[in-house]
Each structure stands twice: as C-alpha cells, then as structure tokens.
C-alpha cells in the first residue's frame, strides 16, 4: 500500500498568517460580462489531457463548470447544479451545453470534480452525485462517480454523447473519513465526500484521486484531503494527505500540479469554515517532494491567495491549471463584511457575481508564492 504521511494544518500554521501584497487579489470592480446570459456559473475546470494540460479542439479550451438558472437567492443554486460544457478562446466563453441528458446522474444535482480525456477519445468525467434523483426535497449524501462519455463534434463545436454509464467509484468508509450523508444542511454545514480530481504521478505513473473529506478527529468533524489510488480495477482510499487539525471544517476542491519536480497541493476554503474565524477566503496550498507527502504550508500559513479585504467574499473555487493560470468565479462583489448566505434573496442576487473572476497566474518558487501583476495571457 502507498505510504502516505499525513500532514497536519495546525494553528500554529494560521498564526503565521500576513497582510502581504503578493498573496492578495486584485478587485474585481465590475463582473458584468457573464459567461452564460441567463445562468450562473461557478467551480470552473478545464478538460484536461493526461499530461494535465487543457484539452484544445477546434483552437478552443473545453471546460466545465457548475451552473444554474440565473434567478432567485444564488445560495439555492447548489440544490440544482448541473455540470456544463464550455468552450474558451482567450476570454469568450462559448455554451455547449450539459455535460449529461436529464436524468443520467442519481443525484438530485451533481457537483463538482474533474475531466480528463482518455487515448480512446472518451472523457473521464468524475463528479459528485448528490442526494437521490427524484427526492421531494435536497438531501446531502454525496459519492464519487465516474462517467466516460465520448466527445462529438458538430458543425464544429463539440459535445458529450448522452448514452456513458454512471458508475459510483468511491465512497466514504466511514471510518478514517466519516460518511457524508446528512438527510438535513446547507453550504458550510455538512460533511464532506466530494470534488474529485484526477492526477497522475510522473514518478509512478499511476493514477489517483484527491477527494474533498471530513475525518472524525477530536471533538468534532475536520476537513482533509482525501487520496485513493487506482489499483487492481478499483479506486482503494488511503490515509489523507492533510487534515486541518483544530482549523477549518471544509476544504474544497483540492488538486495537485507539479513544478520544478515539486508536488504542490492546492484547495479553497471560505472564512466561514475556519474554527475560531479569523482567517480570509482563500486559495490554499502546501508543498512536498512527493505526492505521499510530507507536505510543508506554503507561505508558511498555507495562504496563497486570498481576496481583498474590502471584498472578502468577492472570489471563490480557485483552480490553479499546469502553467500556473487560477480561474475562479466571481462570488458575492460586496464590501460590508455581511454572510452572503443570510441576506435577502433579492439583495444577494444584486451582488453575485455568477461569472468567471478574471484569470491570476502564480508563480510558485519553493516554499514561497507570489501573484503576478495583470491577467495571465490566455492566447
């Protein structure tokens, strides 16, 4: 079994924690310019080839992303997220529409995870299926599934055939991670068995799954990073890369890239998640010489990028991509400090953004991290 040694986020790590320039983002101003008209999107991630470059047809990047009818309090759009089909060239986004036909997933919604195209031209599109198809109301069980449908082209766009099998290839085991199936919760109050990412390992070339996870540490439930590894015609878990011990109950989407022969491990999480608050929404991220660990915080907090404090809810769901490109989505462009999730529908809905947030690039030396003035070229 792969070794892995786990790294605990303490603390001590967070008291470390600075006002620095190099990990602040920029102030969005205005997110007008959507990428869907009529519909929000949020928890970008590219089609990635095997080597975890975006896949490029037709001259355009395809990606994915969760998305909803553009109406009503953006919170509620997590009970009715759907994955959809983008294509991008530079900064025009182009609708493909959904990644499945209704009711191919069963899930009540499906959230996020990850999209790597295969040698045969199928896709491995790996997402969470959440709650059960057909449920009167939102429940919160969560699994990992994998769907492999092929890419077609027409009339040169692209699109997903409708006939992949969903097939749950990972679980919680209710032991080392606890199981996320609550019955009742919302945003930032469940456990957590979701958003899949794909990586292979250039030093063994196998493949593994990082999974957002909740382990059953002290006296109550933390976040971690959860590994599987594909072994024996099976995803088998291991022990986790890093639990946030006494620090924050939900990381989310993690992934790893490598750069400079360094494994770097990036997540998100809001400021509503850390125990006791005090820390930003942010991208988050450690750094090790392998993928097993052990992993060092980057920054020496583990912050890597974090949103203005004038804005602090103003970005989220970063995504770093192989040449060091981060795309998130603009969140909530406000300025008064208010928990988006407790304002009026009407008043929330003013101020969510909906949109991709514009592109970062990092730049990663090390240990240290730093973000680059203006937008990252993207073509």
């Known amino acids: 079994m792969t070794d892995v040694r786990t790294t605990r986020w303490t603390p001590a790590d967070l008291d470390r924690l600075a006002d620095d320039p190099a990990t602040t983002a920029p102030p969005?101003?205005?997110?007008?310019?959507r990428v869907l008209a009529d519909r929000d999107v949020w928890d970008l991630w590219?089609?990635?080839?095997?080597?975890?470059?975006?896949t490029v047809l037709n001259g355009r990047e395809l990606w994915m992303t969760l998305s909803a009818p553009a109406s009503g309090h953006p919170e509620l759009r997590h009970d009715i997220a759907r994955l959809w089909l983008l294509a991008r060239a530079g900064d025009n986004w182009t609708d493909l529409g959904p990644v499945f036909p209704d009711g191919a997933s069963p899930g009540s919604r499906e959230w996020s995870g990850c999209a790597v195209r295969r040698p045969d031209g199928t896709v491995s599109v790996f997402y969470t299926?959440?709650?059960?198809?057909g449920e009167a109301r939102p429940t919160f069980h969560q699994r990992v599934m994998e769907a492999r449908p092929a890419l077609i082209g027409t009339d040169g766009t692209v699109r997903t055939s409708p006939e992949a099998e969903h097939r749950v290839v990972l679980r919680s085991d209710g032991h080392a991670y606890l199981p996320a199936d609550e019955v009742d919760g919302g945003p930032g109050r469940?456990?957590?068995?979701?958003d899949p990412a794909w990586f292979r390992d250039p030093a063994d070339g196998s493949e593994y799954l990082l999974v957002a996870a909740s382990v059953p540490w002290g006296d109550r439930f933390m976040g971690a990073v959860a590994l599987a590894r594909w072994s024996d015609g099976a995803w088998r878990l291991l022990a986790p890369l890093v639990v946030a011990e006494g620090v924050n109950h939900e990381i989310e989407r993690p992934h790893v890239v490598v750069h400079d022969s360094r494994y770097y491990l990036f997540f998100c999480t809001s400021r509503q998640a850390f125990h006791p608050p005090g820390a930003p929404t942010g991208l988050y991220g450690f750094v090790a010489d392998a993928l097993t660990g052990p992993y060092e915080p980057l920054n020496g907090s583990g912050l890597v990028l974090r949103n203005p404090p004038a804005q602090p809810d103003q970005a989220y769901a970063w995504w770093v991509l192989d040449d060091l490109r981060v795309v998130g989505f603009a969140n909530y462009l406000r300025g008064d400090g208010a928990d988006p999730r407790h304002l009026p529908a009407a008043e929330a809905r003013a101020s969510f953004g909906g949109t991709a947030a514009p592109v970062l690039r990092l730049g990663l030396h090390g240990a240290t991290t730093h973000l680059t003035p203006g937008e990252f070229p993207t073509e």
């Open 28 to 33: 969005i101003g205005d997110a007008s310019t």
């Open 46 to 54: 590219p089609v990635q080839e095997e080597d975890g470059s975006p």
């Open 129 to 133: 299926a959440t709650g059960t198809r």
């Open 190 to 194: 469940i456990k957590a068995f979701r």
